[in-house]
Nanobody, 128 residues
C-alpha cells in the first residue's frame, strides 16, 4: 500500500524558513518521480517541486525557484522541501506524492492531477 506522511508545517513570518519532510512507502522509492504539491484555500492544487529519485534532478515551479530546495534521502525513503524567504502567498496545505511512470516535470506540471494516493498534508501559514 502506497503511503505518504508529511510533517514540518507551521506558522512562520514572511521571510522565514521551514523544512518539510515526507516519509513514503509502498513503492520503489529510488526509481520514481516524487514531488511536493500545495493547495491554498479556494484554489486548485498545484505542483511546487519534483525530484527524480534515481538521479537527483529537480523541477521547480516558477513561483518558488530560488527560494525552495527539494532533496531526497533514498536510504530513508524520505523527501524534503526546504523553504526559504517564505511569502504570504506560500500559505497552503502541502502534500507529497509520487509516480513511477512519469518524469519529474510531467508529474509536477500535470501528472499529479491523476494521482489517487495522497497523504494528509501539512499546513504552512505565512503571516505578513
Amino acid at each position: 500500500e502506497v503511503q505518504f506522511v508529511e510533517s514540518g508545517g507551521g506558522l512562520v513570518q514572511a521571510g522565514g524558513s521551514l523544512r518539510l519532510s515526507c516519509a513514503a512507502s509502498g513503492f520503489t522509492f529510488d526509481d520514481a518521480a516524487i514531488g511536493w504539491f500545495r493547495q491554498a484555500p479556494g484554489k486548485e492544487r498545484e505542483g511546487v517541486s519534483c525530484i527524480s529519485s534515481s538521479d537527483g534532478s529537480t523541477y521547480y515551479a516558477d513561483s518558488v525557484k530560488g527560494r525552495f530546495t527539494i532533496s531526497s534521502d533514498n536510504a530513508k525513503n524520505t523527501v524534503y522541501l526546504q523553504m526559504n524567504e517564505l511569502k504570504p502567498e506560500d500559505t497552503a496545505v502541502y502534500y507529497c506524492a509520487a509516480d513511477t511512470a512519469l518524469r519529474k516535470g510531467q508529474l509536477c506540471r500535470w501528472g499529479y492531477k491523476y494521482l489517487n494516493v495522497w497523504g494528509q498534508g501539512t499546513l504552512v501559514t505565512v503571516s505578513s
